[in-house]
């Protein structure tokens, strides 16, 4: 039976917003037909939506929001875009505006940073409410971006007195033992994003200047053992790679008015054949403390380039069918 088609008008006065929205030579107008099955075009002012009665209507839904973010950011980005689509998809749409009002912390050349899915949110909000929160999940998804802005802003509060940041170094060992420096320099290049995401939020001289006071310190796993971290913020990152041991060891190092996030992805281990990650074991051991929260991403909260989240796809297919073959 032919479906019923429709039209659908949405009257935009502003030239500038509507140029937003088309995006460059219309990319972001073929994504939309290309997601919801309609026809969108632009007719005496008005943007006109065609497709059979659910599509149109979707269409029309989403217009308006994707207006919504417009006006509040002056910007719409191709991730913001294709999650819309999702959520609209899903009847979610209402939640474009808690994405929208939840900003984490502004960055040393202005920008905005804020949970872009509402996994991120689930976490940000985790963080808010939790002096331990893990956060894991893929590549992509903002778990140690969005930690460390929370971390920076809880600086400026004055709601906590330094931030520590670290990592284990898992080929610090044989793998870097020829190498000329100590542990610190042997270990540097593991801890680079963390430096370069430190960098992107403060800026060169307030980065240079806290880091010379050492009110931030960004150091391996390893000098932490035998430490209490007070009033301080602490984010392990790259946590899967932790031992059973390095990780009680972490977390009993938190100390009065202290906060710790924990990020990591359990798909990605490097540990050594035989050694149990640190991170896989927390979970089943603390997942009933309370005031310990476990915050999940997944796949639909990447925020790098679309393909990132059709190669985890491609990835998660190819293991559940090695599975079967097993």
């Known amino acids: 039976m032919t479906k019923v088609q429709e039209e659908r008008q949405i009257y935009i ?11 460059k030579l219309d990319e972001n107008i073929k994504i939309i037909e290309k997601e919801l099955g309609v026809e969108v075009v632009l007719r005496d002012g008005n943007i006109v939506i065609k497709g059979d009665r659910l599509s149109a209507k979707l269409g029309e839904r989403l217009i308006e929001k994707l207006a919504e973010i417009i006006r ?20 979610k749409e209402e939640k474009v505006k808690d994405l929208l009002n939840d900003i984490v912390c502004i960055t040393a050349s202005g920008k905005s940073i804020k949970p872009k899915t509402l996994g991120q949110k689930r976490y940000v909000d985790s963080i808010k409410n939790n002096d331990i929160v893990f956060g894991i999940g893929p590549a992509g ?35 870097l ?37 050492n009110l931030i310190e960004v150091a391996p796993l390893a000098y932490m ?13 790259e946590a899967q790679n932790t031992t059973n041991e390095q990780m009680k060891m972490f977390l009993t190092r938190l100390g009065f008015g202290s906060k710790a996030i924990i990020t990591g992805d359990i798909t990605q281990i490097d540990l050594s054949k035989g050694r149990t990650s ?27 380039h679309p393909l990132v989240q059709k190669i985890i796809e491609a990835y998660e297919k190819h293991e559940k069918h090695i599975k079967i073959e097993k």
Do not use: C, H
């Open 225 to 237: 053992r035998g430490r209490t971290l007070d009033s301080a913020y602490v984010i392990l990152d």
């Open 72 to 91: 509040s950011q002056k910007k719409l980005t191709k991730q913001e875009l294709r999650y819309t689509i999702q959520l609209i998809l899903e009847g």
């Open 141 to 175: 998804t903002g778990k140690t971006y969005l930690a460390m802005a929370m971390a920076v802003n809880a600086f400026k509060n004055k709601e906590v007195n330094r931030i520590i940041l670290t990592r284990p170094a898992v080929e610090a060992g044989e793998s």
């Open 278 to 304: 640190g991170l896989v074991t927390v979970s089943k051991i603390l997942s009933n403390v309370e005031g310990i929260e476990f915050v999940y991403l997944s796949k639909y909260d990447i925020v790098r």
């Open 177 to 213: 033992g020829f190498l000329p420096g100590d542990l610190q320099e042997k270990v540097d290049p593991y801890l680079k994003p963390i430096y370069d995401a430190l960098f992107d939020i403060l800026g060169a001289e307030t980065y240079l200047k806290l880091m010379e006071k």
């Open 13 to 23: 006065e502003d030239n500038q917003l509507i140029s937003q929205l088309f995006g």
